[in-house]
């Protein structure tokens, strides 16, 4: 049984940061790709950011990019998302995935959560304007 849990969720304000931290635990598996998504009230689940694990290379959406740094520590097997400038919109609850494999090297792939077949419970990110 492989568990991600989720941490680092909370209330800050418009402008504010955040670190959101995933913590893998169980049966030792392989992983290919690590990713955040996130989920808003009457919304679908969307792409956040991705990174390649072995290679670190990273994937993000528009909507974050330049403001979110996802990163990753081996020895740790954790998962971090910085999280800067934080706006309203900002706001879900944000999940940790991992994907063993991918069916392809593209950025659509990364950003595709039917191809994560590992998840969290979430945590959820509330910013206030």
């Known amino acids: 049984q492989v568990q991600l849990v989720e941490s680092g969720g909370g209330l800050v304000q418009a402008g504010g940061s955040l670190r959101l931290s995933c913590s893998a635990s169980?049966?030792?598996?392989?992983?290919?790709?690590m990713g955040w998504f996130r989920q808003a009230p009457g919304k679908e689940r969307e792409f956040v950011a991705a990174?390649?694990?072995?290679?670190?290379?990273?994937y993000y959406a528009d909507s974050v990019k330049g403001r979110f740094t996802i990163s990753r520590d081996n020895a740790k097997d954790t998962l971090y998302l910085q999280m800067s400038s934080l706006k309203p919109e900002d706001t879900a609850v944000y999940y940790c995935?991992?994907?063993?494999?991918?069916?392809?090297?593209?950025?659509?792939?990364?950003?595709?959560?039917?191809?994560?077949?590992?998840w969290g419970q979430g945590t959820q990110v509330t910013v206030s304007s």
């Open positions: 169980g049966r030792t598996f392989s992983r290919y790709a």
């Open positions: 990174i390649r694990w072995n290679y670190g290379r990273t």
């Open positions: 995935a991992a994907a063993s494999s991918l069916s392809c090297s593209a950025y659509g792939c990364f950003g595709n959560f039917h191809e994560y077949n590992y």
